[in-house]
């Protein structure tokens, strides 16, 4: 006889369900830590977490619960102002909420039989989405796990509609040409670096990716857009996709939309935006003009787990023609039959590169409904200020230098040693390390035009500015620190 706590039919276990629900709440809470990170390495936590995986015996659930209290304690807490590493945010209340009721229903989003509440839910939020980008009344969507999936199936798509214009061919059916070898993918060199991992998934090669130049606020370079596309239509290059990004993940910067779209029509290309990022700015009435010309685009990304506050993963891709879905589209008799369609049954695995997806619509659903456009778009706001204000700060100080004004919520910067003797790159790099290892703060790094460089994400949209500061003067003090450590004895 199984245990009332091991029961899975939910109406009959309520009590017991709703018991530990609250016991992991009350574990949650007091076990996260009140800092950004220990600063334990791999190693160390290795030994802490060296329990029995699967016992023989069974346990209380409120024993097993109250043993992830070390995981908690040893995770980075994303709601702390010092951590500002990467596009990794802390998520809303209302969202968490929803992904308790939707990770216990448990709907599996292939098929209509499996979720139908939930397909139609996650129909209306897409179609909701294609609207506010105005991509017109052929469009449509899909949720994904992330930016990286979007982008991928955007190439993809973009791929075969190429290889169908250009050949008659079906790449679904025939595999690659001999001509895709002439198939090129253009992005900046600020872009994400999912355009090299796309093409080698696409049997393409990353050899088919042309990174172009970015100006001085790094953003794609218009005239090295066009001359790399007139060289490669004299070379009989076939430009397959433009991928354009609205806010890049070090810099936050946002290409020139409308004049790439503009170059894509001219020559033929698949335009692709990558707003993983920068989709939110839709709904800032004060920042939304920044994404003028995503309209243009064939296919864009959005990430929802990034300046929309959802629990990971929750993203979407949106596609302006979706007959283009065709490219995608298998149907098996025990899933999706060619028959569901007829009755007008809506499988969303025809959409879909995953079978089985999350009802990650719902969390969206429930956190937008709850904050309201006026207060969703004070947050976007706020994080953008946030930015501003860094790099204010930065700019008034001498030991600090900063590479770039920030579009978004990035500002990447660099610790300049007062002494020349020491080798700047190898400075920022360990001034980092030494900020995590020691538990004071998480902050991004990256590689500019050769320089080791120190960044900020600003991803919460309750952080002060007072805070802000704090957490440059700790950068400050660290790196006074460690260049007193290194004087000469």
């Given at each position: 006889m199984f245990e009332t706590e091991f029961l899975t039919?939910?109406?009959?276990?309520?009590?017991?369900?709703?018991?530990?629900?609250?016991?992991?709440?009350?574990?949650?809470?007091?076990?996260?830590?009140?800092?950004?990170?220990?600063?334990?390495?791999?190693?160390?936590?290795?030994?802490?977490?060296?329990?029995?995986?699967?016992?023989?015996?069974?346990?209380?659930?409120?024993?097993?619960?109250?043993?992830?209290?070390?995981?908690?304690?040893e995770s980075v807490n994303t709601t702390q102002a010092n951590t500002a590493a990467h596009l990794h945010c802390p998520p809303v209340i209302p969202a968490l909420a929803a992904e308790l009721i939707l990770t216990a229903l448990n709907q599996s989003m292939d098929s209509f039989d499996q979720a139908p509440a939930a397909t139609i839910l996650e129909e209306k939020?897409?179609?909701?989405?294609?609207?506010?980008?105005?991509?017109?009344?052929?469009?449509?969507?899909?949720?994904?796990?992330?930016?990286?999936?979007?982008?991928?199936?955007?190439?993809?798509?973009?791929?075969?509609?190429?290889?169908?214009?250009?050949?008659?061919?079906?790449?679904?059916?025939?595999?690659?040409?001999?001509?895709?070898?002439?198939?090129?993918?253009?992005?900046?060199?600020?872009?994400?670096?999912?355009?090299?991992?796309?093409?080698?998934?696409?049997?393409?090669?990353?050899?088919?990716?042309?990174?172009?130049?970015?100006?001085?606020?790094?953003?794609?370079n218009l005239k090295a857009l066009e001359a790399a596309l007139a060289q490669g239509k004299r070379s009989n290059l076939v430009p397959m996709a433009i991928v354009a990004t609205a806010g890049t993940t070090d810099f936050g910067s946002i290409d020139p939309l409308n004049e790439i779209a503009n170059l894509a029509a001219q020559f033929g290309a698949w335009f692709h935006i990558d707003a993983a990022y920068g989709s939110a700015l839709l709904f800032s009435p004060r920042h939304r003009k920044k994404l003028a010309g995503i309209e243009k685009a064939d296919s864009i990304s959005l990430d929802f787990h990034k300046l929309f506050w959802q629990p990971i993963s929750c993203a979407a891709f949106l596609l302006r023609d979706a007959a283009n879905f065709r490219f995608i589209k298998l149907n098996a008799d025990y899933l999706n039959p060619e028959l569901h369609e007829d009755l007008g049954i809506p499988n969303l695995v025809t959409r879909s590169l995953a079978t089985t997806r999350r009802f990650d619509a719902l969390k969206l659903w429930v956190?937008?409904?709850?904050?309201?456009?006026?207060?969703?778009?004070?947050?976007?706001?706020?994080?953008?200020?946030?930015?501003?204000?860094?790099?204010?700060?930065?700019?008034?100080?001498?030991?600090?230098?900063?590479?770039?004004?920030?579009?978004?919520?990035?500002?990447?910067?660099?610790?300049?040693?007062?002494?020349?003797?020491?080798?700047?790159?190898?400075?920022?790099?360990?001034?980092?390390?030494?900020?995590?290892?020691?538990?004071?703060?998480?902050?991004?790094?990256?590689?500019?035009?050769?320089?080791?460089?120190?960044?900020?994400?600003?991803?919460?949209?309750?952080?002060?500015?007072?805070?802000?500061?704090?957490?440059?003067?700790?950068?400050l003090k660290f790196g006074r620190d460690l260049e007193d450590r290194q004087s000469p004895s």
């Open positions: 039919n939910l109406p009959q276990s309520q009590t017991a369900y709703r018991e530990t629900i609250a016991k992991a709440v009350e574990i949650l809470c007091p076990a996260l830590p009140n800092h950004s990170y220990s600063g334990k390495d791999a190693s160390a936590l290795s030994a802490l977490i060296a329990a029995d995986i699967f016992p023989e015996a069974s346990a209380p659930v409120q024993e097993v619960l109250r043993q992830t209290s070390v995981i908690i304690s939020i897409l179609q909701w989405l294609c609207r506010e980008v105005a991509l017109g009344p052929q469009a449509s969507g899909i949720f994904t796990s992330g930016g990286s999936q979007s982008n991928y199936m955007a190439l993809l798509l973009a791929r075969d509609a190429c290889l169908e214009k250009n050949w008659s061919w079906s790449a679904q059916i025939k595999g690659l040409p001999p001509e895709a070898a002439n198939l090129r993918i253009l992005c900046s060199e600020a872009a994400h670096f999912t355009a090299e991992k796309s093409a080698a998934q696409l049997g393409l090669g990353t050899g088919s990716v042309i990174r172009i130049a970015t100006d001085d606020s790094f953003r794609m956190s937008l409904r709850t904050l309201g456009r006026r207060k969703f778009a004070e947050m976007v706001d706020a994080t953008v200020e946030q930015a501003i204000h860094a790099a204010a700060f930065i700019r008034s100080h001498p030991q600090l230098e900063l590479l770039h004004e920030p579009e978004l919520g990035c500002v990447v910067f660099r610790y300049k040693p007062q002494r020349t003797e020491i080798e700047a790159n190898t400075f920022n790099a360990t001034l980092r390390q030494r900020l995590f290892e020691t538990g004071s703060a998480v902050v991004g790094h990256t590689v500019v035009a050769g320089k080791q460089c120190l960044k900020l994400t600003c991803m919460n949209p309750v952080t002060s500015k007072t805070q802000i500061e704090d957490l440059l003067q700790l950068i």
